[in-house]
């Protein structure tokens, strides 16, 4: 079944992380480990949204794809 996953960032914390030279890797990285179908990156609210369109068998799966926005893992600064 296919899920929406959305993270949200505020804007100066995104700046910076955006300045982190490792960040675009870490990113499609992301990407990459969650086979996502698509991913969206645009502002919602004043802060920085991305939307990944990703593919999950089973429930089993969720921490996988969520931990790492979650803990920030692709988002360290």
Do not use: W
């Not at 969650?34 to 068998?57: H, L, M, P, W």
Request: charged share 20%; glycine share 6%; hydrophobic share 40%.
């Amino acid at each position: 079944m296919r899920f929406l996953v959305r993270a949200q960032i505020p804007t100066e914390i995104g700046n910076k992380i955006v300045k982190n030279p490792k960040f675009l890797q870490e990113l499609e990285n992301y990407i990459h480990k969650v086979k996502a179908e698509a991913s969206y990156f645009f502002e919602s609210g004043g802060d920085r949204t991305f939307v990944f369109i990703v593919n999950i068998e089973n429930a089993e799966m969720i921490p996988s794809i969520a931990e790492p926005i979650i803990s920030g893992y692709m988002c360290q600064s």
